[in-house]
Structures are given as C-alpha cells and as structure tokens.
C-alpha cells in the first residue's frame, strides 16, 4: 500500500522536470521569478528632418537574454532596421520607435519618441550642394571647369574625384578627359558633411584630328635622289610627327 503514494510522486517529479527542459530548450533565457526585465532605448527622443536618420541603442537589465527586435509604432512613422537605424518618413508627425524583448512575456519594452519636422527651430539645416555643368560632352584629352556650390554652411569647401579609374582628371574642378572614349564622373563632395555629393556626367568622345602638315611643302629630286619629309599632326590630345 505504501508504493502507490512513491510511484505517484517520482511521476510528479518526472513530468515537473520534463516540463522545466522544454522551456531552456526554447532558447531564450527566462528570468527568475519576482525579477523585473527593462529595456531602455537611447536617446529617449529626438526632432529629425523627413528622410533623416537616427541611431537608437538598447539596454536589457535583469536577464541574460539582452537581444531585442526593433519596430515603428505607426505605419507611416517611418522605418527601423535591425540594429536600430531609424529613417524618418517623408511626411512630418510624432512617431515611436519600440526595442522589445527578445523574451515574450516582457511587458516593459523600451520607446523613443521621434518628432520629424521641415526646418523646426534648433534643428539644424541639411548642407546642400549641386554643380554646374550637370552633364557636358568633350573630346578626348579636352577639358572643362566645373563649379560646385555649397548652401546652409560657412564651409562652402569642397573635395573633387573621378568615379571610374582611367576616366580622365580633375583638380579644383578643372576636369581633363582622357585618350579613351566614354561616359566618366566628376564628383564633388562637401567638407562641411561628407555625407552630401553630387556628380557631374562627363561623355568623352574620340580624339580628333586638329590639324596636319607636311615639310618641306615642296622640293627638288635628282634622279635615283631622295628628299625626306616630315609629316607632323595635332590632335587633341597632342602633337606627333612621322618622318
């Protein structure tokens, strides 16, 4: 009589650690009871242009298991990526940026709050810049000047590149294109921020031949004699002679 009360507990004790193992197989670590999970976003809130962008960071206190998956509160409020980069939506409004728990039952979840507005007072005005010429046509090894004006900044400086390698020259905006035909870019790109360029498209056409003479332009030959001439030719991408 006395098995069945020994049988019934050692099933009890079987199935409440059966019970315990499916749970830490989930993957997630549950904290311990009574302990209190918190996540915290930074910064708490924050005023951002439309189509700007924002970093946001997470804190998890009180479990082992800090990871988090980022969302927007509102359809239009813009997007968040997996790390916490906010971009701001092309319309204005107050929008929420949640960090939430990897852990299901978590109900204090972190939210920023992120005011997009069109030049707000205290925000600061994005640097703008453009170039003139947009696009241009050359022959090959010709140049052109390009200019690039820089707008909302005292530091109107600017650094000049050519995206394609072979594709010509530029130093202060003075661009040189190269022997070889083709489309290259002039970029320009602002000190003040980095982060804004504009390019200039470049359509470089063949050399061409500029001009071309031949000396002596007359002469005398004896007969079996001989009498050299020099041919000499100007291209565009310079002079050449051939005797």
């Known amino acids: 009589m006395t098995r069945r009360p020994v049988l019934a507990t050692l099933f009890a004790t ?7 193992a499916s749970s830490s197989e989930s993957g997630v670590t549950t904290p ?18 439309p189509g700007a962008t924002m970093k946001f960071s997470a804190q998890v206190t009180g479990t082992a298991e800090t990871s988090v998956t980022w969302t927007v509160a509102e ?14 939506p092309a319309n204005e ?3 929420h940026v949640h960090a939430n728990s990897a852990i299901a039952s978590v109900k204090s979840n972190g ?15 994005s640097v703008a810049i453009s170039i003139n010429p947009a696009t241009a046509t050359l022959d090959a090894c010709k140049g052109r000047v390009f200019t690039a004006t820089v707008t909302n900044t005292s530091n109107t400086e600017v650094t000049w590149t050519v995206t394609e390698a ?14 070889a035909a083709g489309t290259y870019h002039v970029v320009a790109r602002s000190v003040a921020d980095p982060t804004k360029t504009v390019q200039g498209t470049i359509t470089v056409g063949p050399e061409k ?24 030719v100007t291209t565009t991408c310079g002079t050449f002679s051939a005797q």
């Open 14 to 20: 079987l199935f409440a650690t059966a019970c315990g």
């Open 209 to 232: 031949i500029v001009s071309m003479a031949v000396a002596p332009g007359s002469g005398t030959v004896q007969t079996n004699g001989t009498l050299a001439f020099a041919a000499t």
């Open 93 to 95: 409004g107050t929008f």
């Open 32 to 49: 311990p009871a009574g302990q209190a999970v918190i996540v915290l976003t930074a910064p708490a809130e924050g005023d951002i242009e």
């Open 166 to 179: 072979g594709g010509g020259t530029v130093t202060n905006g003075i661009y040189t294109a190269p022997a």
């Open 75 to 88: 359809a239009d409020g813009g997007t968040v990526d997996p790390t916490g980069l906010y971009t701001a």
């Open 111 to 125: 939210t920023s709050v992120v005011r997009v507005k069109k030049n707000a007072p205290g925000l600061p005005i």
